[in-house]
């Protein structure tokens, strides 16, 4: 007679996010203008199947790219 060996209860899960959320996302802001609207630069990625590869990726003031100015902030 064949017992079927029953499977091992799945570990436990945290029953909260806490640990997750114990760093709170850090909501970006311009030092500069202190705005909140960014546009995301990629420098030297490479053009693979019509996606970007690599490259450096920045966040820049959208505010102050409109006067001019190029605020990397993240
Ligand atoms: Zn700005």
Same mark, same amino acid.
């Given at each position: 007679? /064949?017992?079927?060996?029953?499977? $091992?209860? @799945?570990?436990?899960?945290? %029953?909260?996010?806490?640990?997750? !959320?114990?760093? @709170? $996302?850090?909501?970006? *802001? =311009?030092?500069? =203008? *202190?705005? #909140? +609207?960014?546009?995301?630069?990629?420098?030297? $990625?490479?053009?693979q $199947? &019509?996606?970007? %590869?690599?490259?450096? #990726?920045?966040?820049? =003031?959208?505010? =102050?790219? /409109? %006067?001019? +100015? &190029?605020?990397?902030? !993240?």
């Amino acid at each position: 007679m /064949l017992h079927l060996v029953p499977d $091992a209860p @799945p570990p436990d899960k945290p %029953k909260t996010r806490t640990s997750r !959320a114990s760093k @709170p $996302a850090d909501m970006l *802001q =311009c030092p500069r =203008c *202190q705005g #909140r +609207e960014f546009i995301e630069t990629v420098i030297g $990625a490479m053009l693979q $199947a &019509r996606t970007l %590869k690599g490259g450096t #990726r920045q966040f820049v =003031c959208f505010g =102050c790219m /409109l %006067k001019g +100015e &190029r605020i990397v902030v !993240a």
